[in-house]
């Protein structure tokens, strides 16, 4: 019980300290839960809400970036403009077949 409380704390803290990257976080780890259900059953919804989750995150953590840098600032916007370009490029072909 001890274990559940400790990361129940962490995750309540965490959320306090920052929420902005929290909200973030949960949006891709949700993100990654639909593209996972996506391959496993190929319907089209899990795929464009895992794309749409993506490109939400991509862009909050852009904004959020701009408007106060974080001592990573260029790999973080790297791999956000990755996300970004991928999920718009997945769009693509998903709507352009």
Do not use: K
């Not at 300290?17 to 089209?44: K, Q, S």
């Not at 970036?65 to 956000?80: W, Y």
């Amino acid at each position: 019980m001890r274990f559940w409380s400790f990361w129940f704390n962490s995750f309540v803290l965490s959320s306090q300290y920052n929420p902005p990257r929290f909200v973030e976080l949960l949006m891709l780890l949700l993100a990654i839960a639909m593209l996972a259900i996506a391959t496993i059953l190929p319907d089209r919804p899990y795929l464009i809400l895992g794309l749409s989750l993506v490109v939400g995150a991509s862009i909050s953590i852009l904004v959020r970036e701009a408007i106060a840098p974080s001592p990573q600032t260029r790999i973080t916007q790297l791999t956000a403009s990755l996300l970004l370009i991928i999920s718009l490029y997945q769009f693509g072909e998903l709507f352009y077949q």
